[in-house]
């Protein structure tokens, strides 16, 4: 895979911006904390039920810890889920930066696992130096349409957040895409399919289909 920088198009530069900006900042808190208020209400009301049912009203706010252990946890979470503030400080320094990367693929076998529900198709391809990437989202079933995968394109991405932009052509379609069953949810998770729009496996396309 060869890669390639150039500067970012105001639109990109926008997009970046747009997951560090003050308005982000606030809207993540006000849904954190309309989540937790939601939960503390829920339990609140559980508790006065139960105190109703049982015929003593429980006085001590008991529906507390469980609000505040749920709220930690949902904190932890959504770190992992966004990438805290690891990624935001990866996607300032691409701002500072100013370029996106361009990866150039060159398709030499292709396997694609039709999509399950609406998660998009997952494509696997191996480049020219025997790497086997995947490409997942769905997102992936408007690049079908326009004939993913390619015998050559390229990837567009941030160089340090890989906030990942866009697919584009650079050949014609792949003459020869073999098929798979649907990915298993603990074989999707194990590949990463479900944190990124693609990647690197550590396996062969003849593996990958063997695991079907």
Do not use: C
């Not at 970012?8 to 904390?33: I, K, N």
């Not at 709220?71 to 959504?78: D, E, M, P, Q, V």
């Amino acid at each position: 895979m060869e890669t390639s920088y150039r500067p970012m198009t105001a639109r990109e530069r926008a997009e970046l911006e747009s997951l560090v900006s003050p308005v982000a900042t606030v809207l993540r808190a006000g849904l954190f904390l309309l989540a937790v208020t939601t939960i503390g209400w829920i339990l609140a009301g559980l508790q006065e039920y139960i105190g109703q049912a049982v015929g003593r009203p429980i006085q001590l706010p008991l529906w507390l810890l469980p609000t505040v252990m749920i709220g930690l946890w949902l904190y932890i979470r959504a770190g992992q889920w966004t990438g805290g503030r690891r990624l935001r400080a990866q996607v300032r320094r691409d701002l500072e930066r100013g370029e996106l990367a361009h990866h150039r693929v060159r398709v030499m076998e292709a396997l694609e696992a039709p999509e399950i529900e609406d998660e998009g198709p997952v494509f696997f391809v191996r480049e020219a130096d025997g790497t086997t990437l995947f490409f997942g989202g769905q997102e992936m079933a408007r690049y079908k349409g326009r004939g993913f995968p390619w015998s050559e394109f390229e990837i567009t991405e941030s160089p340090e957040s890989r906030r990942f932009f866009r697919l584009r052509p650079v050949g014609g379609s792949f003459p020869e895409v073999q098929q798979r069953a649907p990915l298993g949810f603990a074989e999707a998770k194990e590949l990463g399919v479900f944190t990124a729009n693609f990647g690197v496996v550590d396996l062969t396309l003849e593996q990958l289909a063997k695991e079907a």
